[in-house]
């Protein structure tokens, strides 16, 4: 990201966030959350996974490549999160949150 004369970044991470979000809203139409990990239940060793839920909650199905990039865009974007567990992406507010926080009641 460009950085201006005083040193800040061009852009606040807000904004890249909510680009992010409308480049996967793009990507797939009818997504609410993208819950990502490491921990893809068909590999043994760490892999990109990606859960891609609508806003009814509802599951939704992906084409292997695409649910591989938006897991990707999403763990490159945050490298400084701890990936050891699963975190969802709101595309409608641009927020990452602990998957196990949203699950108790304590995230947001």
């Known amino acids: 990201m460009l950085a201006m004369h005083s040193g ?4 606040p991470d807000t904004d890249r966030q909510h680009r992010l979000a409308v480049q996967l809203a793009d990507m797939i ?4 959350t993208i819950r990502v990990s490491l921990n ?6 760490p892999h990109p996974h990606a859960i891609v839920k609508d806003e009814a909650g509802q599951t939704m199905q992906l084409a292997r490549t ?6 990707r865009w999403i ?16 595309l409608a507010d641009a927020t990452l ?4 926080l949203i699950a108790d009641g ?3």
């Open 66 to 71: 695409t649910a591989k990039i938006a897991a």
């Open 106 to 108: 304590r995230g947001r």
């Open 29 to 32: 139409p009818g997504a609410a």
């Open 97 to 100: 949150t602990r998957s196990d």
């Open 75 to 90: 763990l490159r974007f945050w490298p400084e999160v701890d990936w050891t567990r699963p975190h969802t992406f709101d």
């Open 40 to 45: 893809d239940p068909k590999q043994a060793w």
């Open 8 to 11: 800040t970044l061009a852009c």
